[in-house]
């Protein structure tokens, strides 16, 4: 999503529940940010949310929105309904107010609890929306299980067909992408003034003057669930006593640009290759060490919602296979009808590859305007192939690629697309 920093869902706790069994409430903070690029993508929802079917309640308490916006609300979070499966409902707070200067979307800020009955690792904080699954019970009364706040400030499209005009941007794709890192895209790594590297020591001093509906506890240098899965490119986890915490060394690493998911299910939709974090070289609180890596899944991908950044005139209304991979690694129970990529519906009709499938040579064209320049990438997001074409030019020979699934993004003076192909 181009254009769209989320800073990433960081853990906040309330130390009002601290006890004797140390489970306590914790948040985590995301902003988001428009870039003003203008790109034209669309990636439309999964066929699970077609299907009518919803393994999840969602409760949402609106606070300040206007009707257009809460349409698209509901909207995603139908989405989420269809794909994820729980028996205790998610309570999200969702505000809808001017949120200042510097192009802010939207902010996030899960609750959380630690070494509760039912965890699957003990010692790490989960966001409550998927603690109160694996607990089978309410762990966090009277609380919601995060706050979302959007700037009404915002040029936005409340449209839930995708087609987002340019010069807006879409409010059903970063409902989407913000609960998502309600439901646990969330991490505690954090640098300091002094450039010395942490997880788990984030304060509420870090995030002023934002503010919550729960309480801050200390984290007591402890990982998030999603920290518990992240390792450096030769397999060492970050979370496991392998590096000092904090440390300067756990600072070059959160700068690596060579950080990765180790979760079974991740590297299953994969490909049998570790997903890709978003770990650059200058580090950005809330926005590293949270995020699919950005040039691995580009705009329009379909693993592209739960990158750090997002263009006008895109859309993204499907988590992505990855994405939801991830969440299953951590606990979280995946529709098993969810099917993201044999049912893959992520075109603009105005584009059109022939033939597909394709054994030997593709065509491509856009309906309006001439096609400029095309990549095609595997299903791990590796570009395979990069090249200009011409009107007079606009055959693409795949006769060396392996038989398979590919993506091709085909971009024009104006916009871009990215379909799938299987080549035979």
Same mark, same amino acid.
């Given at each position: 999503?181009?254009?769209?920093?989320?800073?990433?869902?960081?853990?906040?706790?309330?130390?009002?529940?601290?006890?004797?069994?140390?489970?306590?409430?914790?948040?985590?903070?995301?902003?988001?940010? @428009?870039? &003003?690029? $203008?790109?034209? !993508? /669309?990636?439309?929802?999964?066929?699970?949310?077609?299907? =009518? %079917?919803?393994? +999840?309640?969602?409760?949402?308490?609106?606070?300040?929105?206007?009707?257009?916006?809460?349409?698209?609300?509901?909207?995603?979070?139908?989405?989420?309904?269809?794909?994820?499966?729980?028996?205790?409902?998610?309570?999200?707070?969702?505000?809808?107010?001017?949120?200042?200067?510097?192009?802010?979307?939207?902010?996030?800020?899960?609750?959380?609890?630690?070494?509760?009955?039912?965890?699957?690792?003990?010692?790490?904080?989960?966001?409550?929306?998927?603690?109160?699954?694996?607990?089978?019970?309410?762990?966090?009364?009277?609380?919601?299980?995060?706050?979302?706040?959007?700037?009404?400030?915002?040029?936005?499209?409340?449209?839930?067909?995708?087609?987002?005009?340019?010069?807006?941007?879409?409010?059903?794709?970063?409902?989407?992408?913000?609960?998502?890192? @309600?439901? &646990?895209? $969330?991490?505690? !790594? /954090?640098?300091?003034?002094?450039?010395?590297?942490?997880? =788990? %020591?984030?304060? +509420?001093?870090?995030?002023?003057?934002?503010?919550?509906?729960?309480?801050?506890?200390?984290?007591?240098?402890?990982?998030?669930?999603?920290?518990?899965?992240?390792?450096?490119?030769?397999?060492?986890?970050?979370?496991?006593?392998?590096?000092?915490?904090?440390?300067?060394?756990?600072?070059?690493?959160?700068?690596?640009?060579?950080?990765?998911?180790?979760?079974?299910?991740?590297?299953?939709?994969?490909?049998?290759?570790?997903?890709?974090?978003?770990?650059?070289?200058?580090?950005?609180?809330?926005?590293?060490?949270?995020?699919?890596?950005?040039?691995?899944?580009?705009?329009?991908?379909?693993?592209?919602?739960?990158?750090?950044?997002?263009?006008?005139?895109?859309?993204?209304?499907?988590?992505?296979?990855?994405?939801?991979?991830?969440?299953?690694?951590?606990?979280?129970?995946?529709?098993?009808?969810?099917?993201?990529?044999?049912?893959?519906?992520?075109?603009?009709?105005?584009?059109?590859?022939?033939?597909?499938?394709?054994?030997?040579?593709?065509?491509?064209?856009?309906?309006?305007?001439?096609?400029?320049?095309?990549?095609?990438?595997?299903?791990?997001?590796?570009?395979?192939?990069?090249?200009?074409?011409?009107?007079?030019?606009?055959?693409?020979?795949?006769?060396?690629?392996?038989?398979?699934?590919?993506?091709?993004?085909?971009?024009?003076?104006?916009?871009?697309?990215?379909?799938?192909?299987?080549?035979?």
């Amino acid at each position: 999503m181009k254009g769209c920093i989320l800073l990433v869902a960081i853990l906040l706790f309330g130390s009002q529940y601290l006890n004797a069994q140390t489970n306590c409430t914790h948040l985590f903070s995301v902003a988001c940010y @428009g870039s &003003g690029d $203008v790109v034209f !993508s /669309k990636v439309v929802p999964p066929p699970s949310f077609y299907r =009518g %079917t919803r393994g +999840l309640a969602i409760n949402v308490t609106y606070t300040g929105i206007t009707a257009p916006a809460q349409t698209a609300f509901d909207y995603s979070k139908q989405i989420w309904e269809s794909i994820l499966n729980g028996t205790v409902p998610i309570k999200i707070n969702v505000y809808f107010f001017p949120l200042g200067a510097g192009g802010t979307l939207g902010i996030t800020f899960p609750n959380g609890r630690k070494n509760f009955s039912g965890a699957l690792v003990n010692d790490v904080w989960y966001p409550t929306s998927l603690a109160n699954q694996l607990a089978g019970v309410e762990l966090n009364a009277g609380e919601s299980d995060f706050d979302i706040f959007l700037n009404s400030s915002v040029n936005w499209y409340f449209g839930t067909d995708g087609n987002c005009p340019a010069g807006k941007y879409d409010f059903v794709s970063v409902a989407l992408h913000e609960m998502g890192h @309600g439901f &646990g895209f $969330v991490g505690l !790594s /954090k640098i300091d003034s002094l450039g010395v590297g942490s997880i =788990g %020591t984030l304060t +509420l001093n870090d995030f002023a003057p934002a503010f919550t509906s729960f309480p801050w506890p200390e984290l007591d240098t402890l990982p998030g669930i999603f920290d518990h899965f992240l390792m450096t490119s030769n397999g060492t986890l970050l979370s496991q006593g392998a590096f000092q915490n904090p440390s300067d060394t756990l600072a070059t690493i959160f700068k690596s640009n060579q950080i990765y998911w180790s979760g079974i299910n991740a590297l299953q939709f994969n490909n049998n290759l570790e997903p890709k974090i978003y770990s650059p070289s200058t580090f950005a609180l809330g926005s590293s060490m949270v995020h699919l890596n950005e040039a691995t899944y580009p705009n329009g991908s379909i693993n592209e919602l739960m990158t750090p950044f997002s263009a006008s005139h895109s859309s993204n209304h499907n988590p992505g296979p990855i994405a939801l991979a991830i969440l299953k690694d951590i606990g979280w129970n995946i529709d098993p009808n969810y099917n993201s990529i044999d049912e893959l519906l992520i075109a603009d009709s105005r584009f059109q590859i022939v033939p597909n499938p394709v054994i030997s040579q593709l065509a491509v064209y856009n309906m309006q305007s001439s096609v400029k320049s095309i990549s095609i990438s595997d299903l791990t997001g590796r570009i395979l192939l990069e090249k200009t074409v011409s009107d007079s030019e606009n055959k693409i020979n795949v006769s060396d690629f392996e038989s398979g699934i590919y993506f091709i993004e085909m971009k024009s003076e104006s916009e871009n697309s990215v379909l799938k192909f299987v080549k035979q």
